[in-house]
């Protein structure tokens, strides 16, 4: 199980940061999924740090033991959204979401 | 473009079959673990399980062992995401993603984070 706070408000220009917490992270990693409304899902970090292409450099990942953390440095309008973090299990077969943290710009 | 295309929105009364499919085009199809993922109204993300259409090796979350039914065609590069009596609440939104590459031995590679999503199918279902 992967536990996210429900919603994160930020002024824009200021850090958002998202946290995902679940034994199963001390072992495994992190993936980050940005949902804007209306739309799919889009992986912005992976592997707990990783940007894959594409994804702006405000977005960064860390973890540490059972919390892994999504930053936005510099916040912008643009990136407010649902955010979901996911993990799979050592076989790579059993995947779980967190519940989403619903992110403002303000 | 590496892209992931399901089907189009599908309206079924209660008792009625559904397969749904998702075509992926860009990559090398059978090697890469496919997800189905539900999202139900007003909802967060459900993973519902994977796929691996080189061998159509399957895993089920165990909330949906036994109510749905994923399988894919190489030949054709589709996954597929069946039901055979649906009811009230399946309605939902239906997302297959791509899982990127984890750990390899050999061509096979365990699935890592979703990478490429396909566009989502909406399926209602309503008497």
């Known amino acids: 199980e992967l536990t996210q706070p429900p919603s994160v408000s930020v002024s824009p220009g200021q850090t958002a940061r998202i946290t995902c917490s679940g034994d199963?992270?001390?072992?495994?990693?992190a993936h980050w999924y940005q949902q804007k409304s209306g739309q799919a899902p889009v992986l912005v970090i992976h592997?707990?740090?990783k940007r894959p292409s594409g994804i702006p450099e405000r977005f960064s990942g860390s973890s540490s033991g059972t919390v892994a953390t999504l930053s936005i440095t510099g916040a912008q309008v643009e990136d407010e959204g649902d955010y979901y973090c996911n993990s799979g299990d050592s076989s790579g077969n059993h995947w779980v979401f967190g519940g989403g943290t619903k992110v403002t710009v303000l | 473009e590496v892209q992931l295309v399901q089907s189009g929105a599908e309206v079924k009364k209660p008792g009625e079959s559904l397969k749904i499919s998702c075509k992926g085009s860009?990559?090398?199809?059978?090697?890469?673990?496919i997800g189905w993922v539900r999202q139900m109204p007003g909802k967060g993300l459900e993973w519902m399980g994977i796929?691996?259409?080189?061998?159509?090796?399957?895993t089920y979350s165990p909330s949906f062992q036994g109510q749905v039914t994923m399988s894919a065609d190489k030949s054709i590069t589709t996954a597929y995401l069946q039901w055979n009596s649906l009811k009230a609440s399946d309605s939902a939104i239906y997302y297959c993603a791509r899982h990127g590459r984890g750990y390899c031995s050999g061509d096979r590679c365990s699935p890592s984070g979703m990478d490429v999503w396909g566009q989502g199918t909406t399926v209602t279902v309503s008497s």
């Open positions: 199963a992270l001390s072992k495994r990693y």
């Open positions: 796929i691996y259409p080189g061998d159509s090796d399957t």
């Open positions: 860009g990559y090398t199809f059978t090697t890469y673990w």
């Open positions: 592997e707990d740090t």
